[in-house]
């Protein structure tokens, strides 16, 4: 008599903690879908520095230089301290994983072109020979010579980047966007993205003061075509460039612009296919790291 009454409480209690389980999963899914779809004013950064055995964060240093003569060096490898020597600058490694260039005499020798790539997940800090700080994000690349000399010190990008510009108003700093766009400055920070699937290359300035020129293919001083397009931005404001327009945002998101740099995935106005990118770029990183 009582081994049916047993049998009925056992199935009840299991039945009870499936569907306590099933509700669990259904609240967490819909908390998600709300962060994801939100447009209120309120900023959601997730932060994606998880704990692992191997002690790497997500979006590591990891990146490849390229010498002059076509040498490879695997970056995040390689042990700290001097590299190489391009001409009269030595390549250096430091101890908190930037690379940078010592300069001997800059009044003598020739500049060569370095190029520094990065993987899908990876990210990583350089020094420019002039002292500009540049943090170049995941799946992007940066081309600059080893020696800034003439009249303007000009690099070239691919992806995204973020730039802390050394302030020289001899020798205005140029960024070349793939060809397809200029972005001027003095002594500056301003971040550049230009990821193909973007659909429109954003420039970002974050302080100082910025000339961002459309199809100008880096050449500043051709101002007869370029000129008209041209657009100067204040600190907080993001030019948006499309093969058909330029437009300005006065009020950018700049948590949003920088969450890549300070190692968030940044939700606020974003679509779920948005998000469900950022992770999957984070989580190649996690898995190449362990």
């Known amino acids: 008599h009582m081994a049916p009454v047993h049998r009925v409480q056992y199935l009840w209690r299991g039945w009870s903690r499936y569907a306590a389980a099933a509700v669990i999963l259904l ?4 908390i998600v879908y709300f962060l994801a779809t939100s447009t209120g004013t309120e900023r959601s950064l997730v932060n994606t520095h998880l704990p692992e055995p191997s002690d790497i964060a997500p979006g590591g240093d990891r990146a490849i230089l390229t010498l002059a003569d076509g040498t490879s060096i695997l970056l995040d490898s390689a042990q700290n301290g001097a590299l190489a020597r391009q001409g009269n600058a030595e390549i250096v490694k430091t101890a908190n994983g930037r690379l940078m260039y010592n300069i001997q005499d800059a009044r003598e020798g ?8 990065t993987p899908r997940g990876g990210r990583y800090e350089l020094a420019l020979p002039d002292g500009t700080r540049v943090w170049l994000n995941a799946a992007s690349s940066i081309t600059y010579p080893t020696l800034f000399t003439g009249k303007e010190r000009k690099v070239v990008i691919t ?22 766009l200029a972005v001027e400055a003095l002594g500056t920070h301003f971040n ?17 003061s910025v000339r961002v020129s459309p199809q100008t293919a880096g050449l500043p001083d ?3 075509s370029s000129a008209k397009k ?9 030019a948006q460039v499309t093969p058909r327009q330029l437009l300005v945002i006065n009020d950018a998101d700049i948590d949003q612009v920088m969450a890549w740099k300070n190692g968030f995935i940044s939700i606020q106005d974003a679509g779920l296919a948005e998000v469900m990118k950022q992770l999957e770029e ?7 790291a362990t």
């Open 282 to 288: 984070k989580t190649k990183d996690i898995k190449g």
């Open 159 to 180: 992806g995204e980047a973020y730039f802390e510009v050394f302030k020289d108003q001899r020798q205005p700093f140029i960024v070349v966007v793939e060809g397809k």
């Open 192 to 208: 550049v993205n230009s990821y193909a699937d973007e659909g429109r290359i954003k420039t970002t300035l974050l302080e100082g």
């Open 222 to 224: 051709d101002r007869s």
């Open 110 to 117: 020739q500049a060569v072109m370095n190029t520094m790539t």
């Open 27 to 30: 609240a967490t899914g819909v």
């Open 230 to 238: 041209a657009v100067i931005l204040k600190p907080g404001q993001q």
